[in-house]
Structures are given as structure tokens and as C-alpha cells.
């Protein structure tokens, strides 16, 4: 089954202490970004890649890390998590970056810093 | 600046009825127009893709509308179920950046469906 797989589903962590949020798809996709969701400010996104190695800003990426060593993963990483990443994120990956086929979504990581 | 705003922010509405979602979008130039459904705590799924040659497309009960002159879309829901209860987000595809802010997202409207 075509997918994007993220974990943890879940995380409650303290503020300062690394994380990383695992991503991974099984399409062979070249383009993957992240995303985070907050309450009546939609998608924003964080960070994008456009292949192996290429990595680049998106909006919001203060705060956040990424990575592309294969073309399947994309892990995020948060430094030093502070309570003001506590969101919903998303992983997407697709074809090409305008999404003509579509983006496929994971099911979200619900992060909450305290 | 790109854009894509929609309204209602949330809709309820009584299982059986029909209803209307309104996308309105300023990006430029545009490539094409997505409607995801979005249940809560899970990631969007797409439902219909617009391009700007096309006016009209079905999935099933939803049938989405785009009007590429006035740059509005509409999705409306037939005859809507529980299980249409979720998120609607309006994506919009385009810009001058392939990258970065290839897409542009609405905030989504927030779709309850009561028995």
C-alpha cells in the first residue's frame, strides 16, 4: 500500500530535550515536506525537499532541522524543543512539487512541549 | 501575496442535506486546485483535483466547481453523511517558486454533520 509513515503518532516531551519525528514513504517520491497544523492557521510549511541531499526553508523552519540522506526518509529534528512547537505535523511527499498527482499525507505526529 | 481564503470557517449541518464550501484564491500564476478532506487527528486525503481548462468535477457525492476568471472555487456535498464530518482544506497549487510555497493552503472549513 502506497504510504507515508510517520512516527511517533504521539509525543509529550520537556522543553530542551532532542527529538526527532521519522518519516518515511514507499512511492518513490522525489518531493517531501513537512508541515505543521495550529488551530485557524492551516498548513504552514516547515521544511521541503526536492530530492536526495536538496533541502530547503519553507516558512515557519525556525527551530527545526531536516534531513534527506535517501530518498525515502525525511526525518525532522527539534534541536531544543520549546513550547511554542507544540502542534500537529505532517509529512507529505509527491511527485513534483506543484502536487499534479497529488501529495500524500502521513497521519500526523500530535507533539505537545511542556 | 498568495493566498487562499474559505469560508464558512465551520458549517453544521443535518445528515441528509446538501451544502456548499467556498474556496477563494489569489495565486499566480495557478496550476491547479485540490479539495482535501481531512478527518481529525489524521492527514488530508485528496478528493478532486481542478486544472484551470476544467469546470466541473465529481467524486462521488462531491462535486467541485472552478471559476479560473473570478478565481473561485466552490466543493458541495450531495445528500451529506456523518462521515463527511471533518476538515475541507482548499489547496492551491502555483506561484513562481517550485519549491517553497508551491502550494498555498486555505485554513480549512470545519464540516459537522448531525443526525
Known amino acids: 500500500e502506497a504510504q507515508v509513515t510517520q512516527n511517533p503518532r504521539y509525543l509529550i516531551t520537556v522543553t530542551g530535550k532532542k527529538l526527532t519525528v521519522t518519516c518515511s514513504q514507499n512511492m518513490n517520491h522525489e518531493y517531501m515536506s513537512w508541515y505543521r497544523q495550529d488551530p485557524g492557521l492551516g498548513l504552514r510549511q516547515i521544511y521541503y525537499s526536492m530530492n536526495v541531499e536538496v533541502t530547503d526553508k519553507g516558512d515557519v523552519p525556525e527551530g527545526y532541522k531536516v534531513s534527506r540522506k535517501e530518498k525515502r526518509n525525511f526525518p525532522l529534528i527539534l534541536e531544543s524543543p520549546s513550547p511554542n512547537q507544540t502542534s500537529l505535523y505532517f509529512c507529505?511527499?509527491?511527485?513534483?512539487?506543484?502536487?499534479?498527482?497529488?501529495?500524500?499525507f502521513g497521519s500526523g505526529t500530535r507533539l505537545t512541549v511542556v | 501575496k498568495n493566498q487562499v481564503e474559505q469560508s464558512p470557517q465551520s458549517l453544521i449541518i443535518l445528515e441528509g442535506k446538501n451544502c456548499t464550501l467556498q474556496?477563494?484564491?489569489?495565486?499566480?500564476?495557478?496550476?491547479?486546485l485540490r479539495w482535501y478532506k481531512q478527518d481529525t487527528g489524521r492527514g488530508p486525503v485528496s478528493l478532486t483535483i481542478m486544472t484551470f481548462s476544467e469546470n466541473t468535477k465529481s467524486n462521488g457525492r462531491y462535486t467541485a466547481t472552478l471559476d479560473a476568471d473570478t478565481k473561485q472555487s466552490s466543493l458541495h456535498i450531495t445528500a451529506s453523511q456523518l462521515s463527511d464530518s471533518a476538515s475541507y482544506i482548499c489547496?492551491?497549487?502555483?506561484?513562481?517558486?517550485?519549491?517553497?510555497?508551491?502550494?498555498?493552503f486555505g485554513s480549512g472549513t470545519r464540516l459537522q454533520v448531525q443526525p
Open positions: 474556496c477563494n484564491y489569489t495565486v499566480s500564476p495557478f496550476s491547479n
Open positions: 489547496v492551491v497549487s502555483g506561484g513562481m517558486d517550485t519549491g517553497r510555497r508551491a502550494l498555498t
Open positions: 507529505a511527499s509527491s511527485k513534483s512539487p506543484r502536487g499534479r498527482d497529488g501529495y500524500t
